[in-house]
């Protein structure tokens, strides 16, 4: 089953797909932000045109487990997601995902001038694949 990671943010939401075996995430693209229910129906669309069964969204939380105010926008945004798809949708813990990602293009020598720009399909490859190694495909 492929799972769709989405990493919601307040200009750009990050978007990753995993293999068919549910293993691997691959990024997939970045959608400019443009309304909740808007930026719900294309991602529902993805996920269909891409045969996801399951969504994870990426919620920051702070220190004591509680969603920040970005969680909680991203909550909201999981609501829309699943009157809109009909699929599961669960949250992912997307704490450090942009470091993590900024860091990975820095291993792979990618040089300062190309580093520039968004992460967010790159954050969302990271959310997921943290979601896919704490919960293995059967």
Do not use: C
Not at 13 to 26: E, K, M, Q, R, Y
Not at 56 to 72: A, K
Not at 88 to 97: A, G, K
Request: proline share 4%.
């Amino acid at each position: 089953m492929r799972i769709l990671a989405v990493d919601p943010g307040s200009k750009n939401i990050g978007l990753a797909i995993s293999d068919p075996t549910g293993s691997i995430a691959n990024p997939l693209t970045v959608l400019d932000h443009v309304a909740r229910l808007v930026d719900a129906a294309t991602v529902a669309d993805i996920a269909k045109t891409n045969e996801a069964g399951l969504i994870v969204v990426g919620q920051s939380l702070d220190d004591d487990g509680n969603p920040t105010f970005e969680g909680r926008r991203a909550g909201r945004f999981a609501q829309a997601l699943m009157a809109q798809t009909g699929l599961p949708v669960v949250f992912w813990d997307e704490s450090l995902t942009t470091q993590d990602a900024r860091a990975a293009r820095i291993a792979m020598g990618v040089s300062r001038k190309n580093r520039r720009g968004h992460l967010d399909s790159l954050a969302a490859t990271v959310l997921l694949q943290s979601y896919l190694d704490a919960n293995p495909q059967k």
